[in-house]
């Protein structure tokens, strides 16, 4: 834990075709921490949109960020276009290596891995990805949080929500994470249990993996592509 007398400095990038659960979800708990501050950042000052659309606005580019004390990476599809955007990479490698706590949510884990940073990490990220972890030297774990050091990475969408509430505990003690957790009222009871591969009806399963198809495709030619540069040593 850090004391509360430590100020913190929390970022998150932000990137067109983001997931915006990725994103906000961590945002509602990790703004509320006492003696922080949560900017999001951009490669420029334009607004974004998410993968459904809806607009979001960075608070300043990704050079004007200061040494962060967490770093957050989202996911989502637009994570894609920038497996090889070495302006990002390069971003997050330097973020990284002074971070207090790096987290990341759904396939921000993809992008944290084209930056060379999961070599021999316990990793998780979204359900239709997990099996491209090891292509960036990362042991992929099915569970909704993964702890490694201090690097914490959420699985799908709403689990960065989970894992935001253990980053909490974490920066700033159990009870004020579960102050935190009453706050925004998180306490969930979803009316069907299909929100895992493992427990969802066939039918439902094989309709989802047929809408992420092209995407897994694409992602997992990419990580063969960016997997033979890190093999290479090229950055």
Do not use: K
Request: aromatic share 6%; net charge neutral; with cysteine.
């Amino acid at each position: 834990m850090i004391p509360h007398d430590v100020p913190l400095r929390i970022g998150s990038l932000l990137f067109d075709g983001i997931d915006q659960i990725d994103l906000t979800g961590p945002f509602e708990v990790l703004s509320r921490l006492p003696n922080a501050t949560h900017r999001l950042y951009g490669r420029s000052l334009l607004p974004v949109r998410d993968v459904n659309g809806l607009r979001l606005l960075p608070d300043a580019t990704l050079t004007d960020a200061p040494c962060l004390d967490v770093l957050h990476v989202p996911g989502g599809f637009g994570q894609e276009a920038l497996m090889e955007d070495e302006a990002v990479l390069g971003w997050l490698r330097d973020q990284s290596a002074g971070a207090r706590r790096v987290f990341s949510v759904c396939t921000g884990a993809l992008l944290c891995g084209a930056a060379g940073l999961l070599r021999g990490r316990r990793a998780t990220t979204h359900w239709s990805a997990l099996h491209l972890l090891p292509f960036f030297g990362a042991e992929p774990v099915e569970a909704r949080v993964v702890a490694d050091g201090s690097w914490l990475f959420a699985a799908g969408v709403t689990a960065g929500i989970d894992g935001a509430l253990q980053l909490a505990a974490d920066l700033r003690g159990i009870e004020t994470a579960q102050c935190i957790q009453l706050a925004i009222a998180y306490a969930p009871e979803p009316p069907f249990n299909s929100g895992l591969p493992g427990t969802a009806p066939p039918p439902v399963l094989a309709e989802a993996r047929q809408r992420v198809a092209t995407i897994t495709r694409q992602r997992e030619n990419t990580a063969r592509r960016v997997a033979d540069r890190l093999a290479r040593g090229l950055f």
